[in-house]
């Protein structure tokens, strides 16, 4: 079954601070992962896209790995700001067929003063 | 402007209504999706259509019927509303139907069944 999971669930940093939320997947065959922020209330917006070949993407403060072999990933975020606020959501999709994403359950960053 | 827009924002209604939503794209894209969002915070597709035809119909009740006027609209119409429907539905669009594509979605929509 092709499943996407995220930890932590939620995590609390202070502004400025580094963070790194985790990916796991099962879905095969591979074609792409995605790394998508939600804010409250919002539609989730794409931060990074990345493919089999590509091990790292960045996007400003963003960066995303990739380990195709053992099925991971990573955001980190690096020197977070009280905006980085939201849910981070890994999204993987499929080879094969049409464009199908499956959403992991997001974890909820929180950035305090 | 809005690229992925949805109205209404809000839907409050009672068990056994029948409601639609709205969606519309200016980007000019050929591929349109309707997500659900559960209280788990899932998203999850339910259908999909590429140039007005369906192409993508996960296992949803046949209550939910998408429909297509042309390429930038995609509307979900919901009969008999039931209470576990209550959830935040996305509507959302890419420039093509396969995977490479990026997906762009509009603001949610957010359903209550009481």
């Known amino acids: 079954k092709n499943q996407v999971e995220q930890s932590p669930q939620s995590l609390i940093i202070l502004e400025g601070k580094n963070c790194t939320l985790q990916c796991n997947y099962t879905v095969s065959p591979f074609s792409n992962l995605r790394w998508y922020k939600q804010d409250t209330g919002r539609g989730p917006v794409s931060l990074t896209i990345m493919t089999f070949s590509e091990n790292t993407k960045s996007n400003g403060r963003y960066t995303a790995t990739l380990d195709a072999d053992t099925k991971q990933s990573s955001l980190h975020i690096t020197a977070s700001q009280l905006s980085d606020s939201a849910s981070y959501i890994c999204v993987v999709s499929a080879a094969g067929g049409y464009n199908k994403l499956i959403f992991g359950a997001g974890t909820r960053l929180a950035v305090h003063p | 402007d809005t690229a992925v827009s949805q109205t209404p924002k809000y839907l409050v209604t009672q068990m056994g209504n029948d409601k639609s939503i709205k969606c519309e794209q200016n980007l000019g894209h050929d591929t349109m999706y309707w997500y659900k969002q559960d209280s788990k915070k899932f998203l999850k597709i339910m259908f999909s259509y590429n140039n007005k035809e369906l192409i993508i119909n996960e296992t949803v009740p046949n209550r939910f019927s998408p429909k297509s006027p042309d390429k930038a609209h995609l509307n979900l119409h919901i009969n008999s509303l039931e209470l576990g429907d209550s959830a935040v539905y996305f509507c959302?669009?890419?420039?093509?139907?396969?995977?490479?594509?990026?997906?762009?979605f509009g603001p949610g929509t957010r359903l209550t069944v009481t």
């Open positions: 959302a669009s890419s420039q093509g139907a396969a995977t490479a594509y990026e997906q762009y």
